[in-house]
C-alpha cells in the first residue's frame, strides 16, 4: 500500500533517504523545471564500499543526466563500481544500439519510453533477465520476453490552467479535443517521446485511419506547438495555452519550486483509453554486455526501496514496486484506469513518426 503525505513531508523524507545512504562524496541534485514496491533480501540497499565487488558499467541512458546522474552516482559511491555514462534522447541511443550491434561496448540500456526498449528488444540485443529482477514489478511493466524491467512509471494527463478551467470544464476522452471550441487552446510538444508513444498506442487501440483522424483534428484546431512537456507546462501555467498533453510528473517540479498556488494541475482521463497510459522508463542489459554481474547489480539497484524512493521524492515518478512514500497530490497507480495496451507493442515509433509528419505536426 502507498502511504500519503503532505508534498513538503514528501521532500523532507526523500531528502534524509537518498542522503543518509548515499556515499560521502556522492551528489544529490534536485532537478529543476527544465528538460533535460517488496524489499529483498539481496536488495542493493544493503550494499556497502565494504563488501562490493570492483569492475566497471556502461550505461547507454536514454534518460536526462539531470534526472538520474544523482541515483547513478549513489550506486557508483556503495559499490566502487566505476560507471560511464553516455547520455542523449532514447531514440538516439536506441538507434546507436542498433548501429553497433554485437560491438557495443554498453551493459545497460535505460530507456525513457518503452518504444525504444522494444526496438532494442526487437534486435535482438538483449539477454533475459532473471525472474529475481522481473519479480519485482507488476508483469504489464516489464517485456512478456523479460527482456527490460520497468524501472518508474510515468502517466499521460492533461495539464490545465486552474484560473481559466476547472475539471468539469474538461471531456471524458482526448478525442473531444478534436472538437472546434478548444481552437487555439491546447499545447503539446509532437517531437517528445511520450507524445509519440502515446499516439503509437492509439494506433494499438483504434488503428492507423481512426489516429490519423485525431491527429487531424487536432492540428485543425491550431495548437500550440512546444519543444518539450516542460514548455508546455509553463504555457499551461502562464494562461498562453488552456491545456497540455504531458507525462504526469512535469507539474509536480512547477509546485515544488514555486508552491501549491501554481495555477495549473493534471486532469486523469478515465476512459481506458490509450490518453491514459502508464508508460515506463526502464532498462535492460545488452547481451553483449563485458560487465554482465555490475549490469545485473545496477538493475536490482534500480529496484531497490532506495532508489524507488528517489524516483518518488525527486523526480516525481510512480515507482514500481511496494513500500514507497508517495506524494499526496498524485493520484494512485492503482486508481488510474489504464488501457489494456502490451507495452512491448509500443516500438514502432517511426510509424508514428511518419503519421504526425502526414497531418503537419511535425516537419
Known sequence: MHHRFNLLTLLLLGALIVGACAGPNATQETPAATDPEAET??????????????????????RSETL????IEQFANATGIEVEVRYGSTSEMAAILLEEGENSPADIFWAQDPGGLGAVADAGLFSTLPDNLLSRVDPRFA????????????????????????????PDDIVAFTDP????????????????????????????DATRDWLAGIAANGPSLYENNTATVTAVGAGEVEVGFVNHYYLYRFLA????????????????????LVMVAGAGQLASSQNPENAERFLDFLLSTVAQQYFASQTYEYPLVEGVVTSSLL?????????????????????????????????
Open 181 to 208: 471550441e478548444w481552437a487555439g487552446r491546447i499545447g503539446f510538444a509532437p517531437s517528445n517521446g511520450s507524445f509519440q508513444t502515446m499516439v503509437t498506442g492509439m494506433r494499438e487501440a483504434w488503428g492507423e
Open 68 to 71: 538520474v546522474a544523482p541515483i
Open 41 to 62: 533480501e539481496d536488495s542493493a540497499d544493503e550494499t556497502s564500499a565494504d563488501d562490493a565487488g570492483e569492475g566497471s558499467l556502461v550505461i547507454y541512458s536514454g
Open 143 to 170: 517485456s512478456p520476453e523479460g527482456l527490460w524491467v520497468g524501472i518508474s512509471g510515468r502517466a499521460r494527463v492533461i495539464v490545465y490552467n486552474t484560473e481559466m478551467l476547472s475539471t468539469d470544464d474538461l
Open 331 to 363: 493520484t494512485p497507480l492503482s486508481e488510474l484506469n489504464t488501457p489494456d495496451i502490451a507495452l512491448g507493442d509500443l516500438a514502432d515509433l517511426q510509424g508514428t513518426v511518419e503519421l504526425l509528419q502526414e497531418v503537419g505536426l511535425l516537419p
Open 257 to 276: 519550486e514555486e508552491g501549491e498556488s501554481y495555477p495549473a494541475r493534471n486532469f486523469y482521463l478515465n476512459d481506458g483509453g490509450p490518453a491514459s
